[in-house]
């Protein structure tokens, strides 16, 4: 043990040189927030300010610094090897990456050991999903088959996890938790469909010198992990290849940070018991270099071995969800919705060609296509007698689950980006996503109060830890 004669630090103090009054301050203003953030719907809370502040923005007096701000020029590089992207690029080609990457470890985790790792479970969702992306693009389909507008079918497909795991929440005690893991569920499923849409009918024509930068840095990836590289700054190079070659090979290169995240490995190296016995292990030597008394600079060699196994107590897929989390809810979606979400409303002409059809598509798309493909086809797996509701959830519960799931925001503003090049039908097509995903909210809290129970059973208590560990994005 070490020497008597000195004080153990309680940990409830301060850290040292801290000034109290300064710290105290500094704590009233941050348990607030901490408070905020601990609630499962902040994340959509969030994201709905920035879109609010974002439709302010642009059209108030001071709309111009609103487009002048995202169309400043960033420049990367050195001497004659520079790139040059507006600020606008580097968050929907850039930061957005991230969020693709969390969304890639996500289904990596689901297909090892969550509701996709088994077909029976995974039916379900997978058909809600299947019915909840062809309804939709069928309907906008039937407004504006061979129109110039038509390429704009992939923006109601998608569900965004924040805002409808966040109205799920408004509801309360009356949502069971296996509502709440379909939901999710199908929302992952829905995002790989979207991932799909993007890759195949939302890129420019394939160059294959950048699908073999890509795919070298694959392979490389790979090499490194048989190696035995295991901390995630290794692999940050790699990753950078891959969005390089996305780029080049003329597929979006937010497509990199799915593909990282699906070859992200699912096992951990120490796992719980290896990591009880080694940080027994690096404790008890750190107590004998105590001890004796020795240089604080060989304390670190136990200290970083009590650090590898935290580290490799869980499997890497699992660590960077769980650290990244955080970063894309309250950081890059925000940014992504106040720099997609801001429309002039005075420059929207719903009267030029197209524009009827366009907003009228995506809206019923995500209020009445979403809702109507989930349930339908969900309701027909199970009389085919290919998957079965779960225990809890009913056709009440399935029609709230369906109708949340139009709630598009994120992913569809992000299509949207893609599929109209014409500023005037973009700006529509944003209003709309905003009109109908307003819409399925509305209709998601009220359907809910009018269909489910106050109180779904002591199952629903037990869903809250779970759907805040796997809210999105």
Same mark, same amino acid.
Do not use: C
């Given at each position: ?9 309680? =940990? ?24 905020? +953030? ?7 809370? =969030?994201?709905? #300010? ?19 701000? /995202? ?10 090897? #520079? ?7 580097? *968050? ?74 966040? =109205? ?28 799909? #849409? ?20 694959? !392979?490389?990836?790979?090499? @490194? ?10 692999? +940050? ?5 891959? /969005? ?6 003329? =597929?979006? &290169?937010?497509? !990199?940070?799915? *593909? ?53 107590? #869980? ?11 955080? /970063?894309?809810?309250?950081?890059? @979606? ?88 014409? &500023? ?13 995903? +307003? ?9 809910? +109060? ?24």
């Amino acid at each position: 043990m070490g020497s008597p004669s000195v004080a153990p630090q309680k =940990i409830e103090q301060p850290p040292p040189e801290t000034w109290a009054p300064a710290r105290q301050a500094a704590m009233a203003l941050v348990r607030p927030i901490e408070r905020f +953030l601990s609630i499962q719907a902040a994340s959509g809370i =969030i994201l709905m #300010v920035a879109a609010v502040v974002a439709m302010v923005w642009a059209n108030s007096p001071w709309k111009e610094s609103y487009h002048h701000l /995202w169309h400043t020029p960033i420049v990367l590089g050195a001497g004659d090897m #520079v790139f040059r992207q507006t600020l606008h690029f580097w *968050i929907n080609d850039g930061l957005m990456v991230i969020f693709f990457f969390v969304v890639g470890l996500e289904i990596r985790r689901e297909m090892h050991q969550g509701e996709l790792s088994e077909l029976k479970r995974a039916a379900l969702p997978v058909a809600a999903a299947i019915g909840g992306m062809v309804v939709p693009a069928g309907l906008y389909l039937a407004f504006n088959f061979g129109t110039p507008t038509q390429r704009g079918w992939g923006v109601p497909m998608a569900t965004d996890i924040a805002f409808a795991v966040g =109205i799920l929440t408004l509801l309360g005690p009356r949502v069971p938790a296996a509502l709440r893991v379909l939901l999710l569920a199908l929302a992952i499923i829905d995002d790989i469909g979207a991932i799909l #849409v993007i890759a195949i009918f939302y890129s420019s024509g394939v160059q294959f010198v950048g699908l073999g930068i890509a795919a070298a840095a694959v !392979a490389g990836t790979y090499a @490194m992990q048989r190696i035995g590289l295991r901390h995630t700054a290794f692999y +940050l190079v790699p990753g950078f290849a891959v /969005w390089v070659g996305m780029l080049t090979a003329g =597929i979006h &290169p937010t497509i !990199a940070g799915v *593909i990282m995240g699906l070859i992200t490995p699912v096992r951990s190296w120490f796992g719980q018991e290896g990591f009880i016995s080694e940080a027994g292990d690096a404790l008890k030597e750190f107590e004998r270099r105590s001890d004796k008394k020795e240089d604080a600079h060989s304390l670190m060699h136990p200290l970083d071995r009590i650090e590898l196994a935290r580290r490799e107590a #869980v499997a890497p897929v699992v660590r960077l969800e769980v650290a990244l989390h955080p /970063w894309v809810a309250y950081g890059i @979606m925000p940014i992504f919705a106040l720099a997609n979400a801001g429309v002039t409303l005075d420059s929207v002409d719903l009267k030029s060609a197209g524009a009827m059809a366009t907003a009228l598509g995506i809206t019923i798309g995500l209020a009445v296509g979403k809702p109507l493909g989930i349930v339908a086809l969900s309701m027909l797996a199970v009389k085919l007698g290919i998957s079965a509701l779960p225990r809890g959830v009913n056709m009440r519960g399935l029609l709230v689950v369906g109708t949340v799931g139009g709630i598009g925001f994120t992913m569809a503003l992000f299509i949207a980006q893609l599929a109209f090049v014409d &500023p005037a039908a973009l700006g529509i097509a944003k209003v709309a996503v905003l009109a109908g995903s +307003l819409l399925a909210g509305v209709a998601g809290v009220a359907l809910g +109060l009018l269909l489910l129970p106050k109180a779904a059973g002591p199952e629903a208590a037990q869903s809250v830890h779970e759907a805040e560990r796997s809210t999105e994005l």
